[in-house]
């Protein structure tokens, strides 16, 4: 088991950049970042797996944002980088991949533990 506590969002312009981290009460876990936005289903932003799988993104975030983790610290962090308004949402961490394949890696059921997120508002 795994308790997840998001910080760091807030409201930006569009162009800039937040950098959102998760303190989670270990490590034991493969760990992910969701992206839920108004009427949207909850979906994969970023993943980092315990497995040494390769660490995977949203297509529309490719290039923009960084998933990374210190382990020592026991946080996960996703680095967002011109930030447009459609990455406005609620920002959550899960851990915990129950997931039957990696290719389900984006969806929410693939992960049993969840953080209650941290607002993130992009404005043009």
């Known amino acids: 088991q795994v308790q997840l506590v998001e910080s760091g969002g807030g409201s930006v312009q569009a162009g800039g950049s937040l950098t959102l981290t998760c303190q989670a009460s270990?490590?034991?876990?493969?760990m992910a970042w969701f992206r839920q936005a108004p009427g949207e289903e909850r979906a994969g932003v970023a993943v980092?797996?315990?497995?040494?799988?390769?660490?995977q993104y949203a297509d529309s975030v490719k290039g923009r944002f960084t998933i990374s983790q210190d382990r020592t610290e026991n946080k996960l962090y996703l680095r967002m980088d011109s930030l447009t308004p459609e990455d406005t949402g609620m920002y959550y961490c899960?851990?915990?991949?129950?997931?039957?394949?990696?290719?389900?890696?984006?969806?929410?059921?693939?992960?049993?533990?969840w953080g209650q997120g941290t607002q993130v508002t992009v404005s043009s």
């Open positions: 899960a851990a915990g991949w129950r997931g039957t394949s990696l290719e389900m890696w984006t969806r929410w059921e693939a992960y049993h533990y």
């Open positions: 270990n490590s034991r876990y493969s």
């Open positions: 980092i797996f315990m497995t040494g799988d390769p660490t």
